[in-house]
T-cell receptor
Framework: EAQVTQNPRYLITVTGKKLTVTCSQN?????MSWYRQDPGLGLRQIYY???????DKGDVPEGYKVSRKEKRNFPLILESPSPNQTSLYFC?????????????FGPGTRLTVT | QKEVEQDPGPLSVPEGAIVSLNCTYS??????FMWYRQYSRKGPELLMY????GNKEDGRFTAQVDKSSKYISLFIRDSQPSDSATYLC??????????????FGGGTRVLVKP
């Protein structure tokens, strides 16, 4: 089954404790991205990757890191999480980086930073 | 001012009614327009996809885009309780530097009552 998977689905952590949220897709997609979803603000892009070893900032990159060493994986790293990073996070992928390429979303990771 | 505006609702309708949703946007570079449905605790799933202006119909769903007014709509005919969800409009354009970044509205929560 074609899908985007994320782990963990739920995470509660404390301020400053490094964490990684994994994202994997099995569709051989070139383009992957991370979004965060907050009430009233919709989904906002954090980082994106057009291909292996090619990543760039989205609209809200502060406090996040990413890497793309393999085509299928695109982990999101929070080196020193803070309470304002409490949010619902989605990974998405699409075949290409063109606008007509449908984006598939993962199930989401709900992160709480205390 | 947000690039994409969407009434948050909630929008409550009786079963069988027509649900009418809309978004306005400010960036004339947007060329591809999408509607996503998001159930509680799930990732967004693509419902409708439209390129440039015009109408598109798929079963009970009709999407309309009016680029001259920077206004897009989604209509759901014969609404069912299973249509109860949050509906997100999203759009992207021929902006190579941003790849396939989607700009989302805040979402409208819809409740279809039996």
């Amino acid at each position: 089954e074609a899908q985007v998977t994320q782990n963990p689905r739920y995470l509660i952590t404390v301020t400053g404790k490094k964490l990684t949220v994994t994202c994997s897709q099995n569709m051989n997609h070139e383009y992957m991205s991370w979004y965060r979803q907050d009430p009233g603000l919709g989904l906002r892009q954090i980082y994106y990757s057009m291909n292996v070893e090619v990543t760039d900032k989205g609209d809200v990159p502060e406090g996040y890191k990413v890497s793309r060493k393999e085509k299928r994986n695109f982990p999101l790293i929070l080196e020193s999480p803070s309470p304002n990073q409490t949010s619902l996070y989605f990974c998405a992928s699409s075949l290409t980086d063109r606008g007509q390429s449908e984006q598939y979303f993962g199930p989401g990771t709900r992160l709480t930073v205390t | 001012q947000k690039e994409v505006e969407q009434d948050p609702g909630p929008l409550s309708v009786p079963e069988g009614a027509i649900v009418s949703l809309n978004c306005t946007y400010s960036n004339s570079a947007f060329q591809y327009f999408m509607w996503y449905r998001q159930y509680s605790r799930k990732g967004p799933e693509l419902l409708m996809y439209t390129y440039s202006s015009g109408n598109k119909e798929d079963g009970r769903f009709t999407a309309q885009v009016d680029k001259s007014s920077k206004y897009i709509s989604l209509f759901i005919r014969d609404s069912q309780p299973s249509d109860s969800a949050t509906y997100l409009c999203a759009m992207t354009g021929l902006i190579k530097a941003a790849g396939n970044k989607l700009t989302f509205g805040g979402g409208t929560r819809v409740l279809v009552k039996p």
